[in-house]
């Protein structure tokens, strides 16, 4: 039976972990659950599956749920908690569906503990990569992608040398204004942003979706997973989601991975590598869909993404700053405080502001974050 901790337990990555738990109950033991704010969805989860430790975002958070959990479960809060869940129990495998890169101590006290990562909070990776992938290699930690198009690549690449590989490409269904121009966006509410035209995810990577920023953090994620340069990964626009993402090796040869859009699977794959079961998903039936599509990146539509690859290729604090001033402009976003063309707007305003440095330590990054955050905040 595999042990599971789980960093964001009520969110979309979250329960949907919980339903390939759900559907598998022999495999599987809950032993740690975080959640942020919902309560009353984390005192719920707490009663079902009986974990040893759950968290919340805060103390007066903790303080609501404890008399409501059941008698073996202890209460911890903010990021001491998050660290306890992730390091502290007998978990075999810590599934990171946590937003932000607030996830970042979680996940380095997770790889000290020895456990498996299975890793959806790709800002992680974005904000730390070489510090995070590093401490991995020493401790002889397994990082498996949760992401779609990191679990797809992940898929072709089985059993492949990595010296064979020419370029990956990671497909983006273009998000919620495809077909819009830029003169289109003027004017976009949040509740239009939020309308993803194939899967159903948090608001923030809703958001970053409709602004290629969520390309640009993949960009970045598959660089470290896959230690390819930037120039060996392309974006594609691929608007139905079936593609997830393919290789491209040196004789020419694709191959690529295929399914619905259900994260259902990445999830479980994830759980399961390098065995694969049934999944509770629809089958994929090419002859019913028909027609895939496919276009070009265009940089000038969604400069987002190309400033994501002059970060990822400027590398040290850059994409610490790239990503720590999106999750800020997304929110002030996502609070009404800005438009949606303002969040391009700053994410460059903060990265032209400043001076790439090295980041050598969790701290530097942590004050980096800091930093690039309090400028977003006002810019
Ligand atoms: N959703 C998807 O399909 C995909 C998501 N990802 C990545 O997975 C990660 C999670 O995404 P998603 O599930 O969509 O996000 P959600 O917003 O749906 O969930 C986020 C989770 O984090 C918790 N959380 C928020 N704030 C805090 C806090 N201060 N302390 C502790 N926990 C907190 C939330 O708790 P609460 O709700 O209780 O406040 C919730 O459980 C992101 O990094 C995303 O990029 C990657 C690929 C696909
Ligand atoms: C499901 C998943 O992995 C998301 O990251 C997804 O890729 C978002 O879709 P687009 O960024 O392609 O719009
Ligand atoms: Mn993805």
């Not at 979706?209 to 997973?225: I, P």
């Amino acid at each position: 039976m595999k042990k599971i901790a789980l960093l964001g337990s009520t969110g979309s990555i979250g329960t949907q972990t919980l339903d390939i738990v759900d559907h598998h109950p022999e495999q599987y033991k809950v032993v740690a659950l975080s959640a942020g704010s919902r309560v009353d969805e984390l005192v719920v989860q707490a009663n079902k599956y009986k974990p040893v430790l759950v968290s919340l975002a805060t103390k007066d958070l903790a303080d609501r749920a404890a008399p409501h959990l059941p008698s073996g479960t202890r209460v911890a809060y903010g990021e001491q908690g998050l660290i306890d869940v992730a390091a502290s129990t007998d978990a075999d495998i810590v599934v990171t569906a946590i937003m932000g890169s607030r996830g970042l101590p979680a996940t380095m006290a997770a790889i000290e503990a020895g456990k498996t990562i299975a890793l959806a909070n790709k800002e992680t990776l974005v904000t730390a990569g070489h510090l995070v992938m590093k401490r991995a290699k020493e401790r002889g930690v397994s990082i498996l992608p949760v992401d779609s198009e990191h679990s797809a690549i992940f898929q072709c690449l089985n059993g492949e040398r990595a010296q064979t590989v020419k370029t990956v490409t990671l497909t983006a269904s273009g998000g919620s204004f495809r077909d819009r121009t830029r003169d289109e966006l003027a004017g976009v509410t949040v509740e239009q942003a939020l309308n993803h035209p194939n899967w159903s995810m948090g608001a923030k990577i809703t958001i970053d979706s409709a602004t290629m920023v969520n390309k640009g953090l993949e960009v970045m994620e598959a660089k470290w997973l896959y230690d390819v340069d930037y120039d060996q990964i392309k974006v594609l626009i691929h608007p139905e989601s079936i593609i997830h993402s393919y290789v491209e090796f040196v004789d020419n040869s694709i191959v690529a991975q295929l399914g619905l859009p259900d994260m259902r699977v990445p999830i479980q794959y994830a759980l399961t590598y390098p065995d694969r079961q049934p999944t509770p998903t629809e089958p994929l039936d090419l002859a019913a869909i028909g027609k895939l599509h496919f276009r070009e990146m265009d940089y000038e539509r969604y400069p987002a993404l190309r400033l994501a690859f002059q970060c990822g290729r400027l590398g040290q604090s850059a994409p610490t700053v790239y990503n720590a001033a999106n999750e800020i402009a997304v929110a002030r976003f996502l609070n009404g405080e800005i438009a949606f063309l303002d969040i391009e707007r700053i994410l460059q305003q903060v990265v032209d502001r400043h001076q790439v440095c090295a980041v050598d330590h969790i701290d530097a990054i942590e004050e980096i974050d800091q930093w690039a955050r309090s400028v977003a905040a006002k810019v």
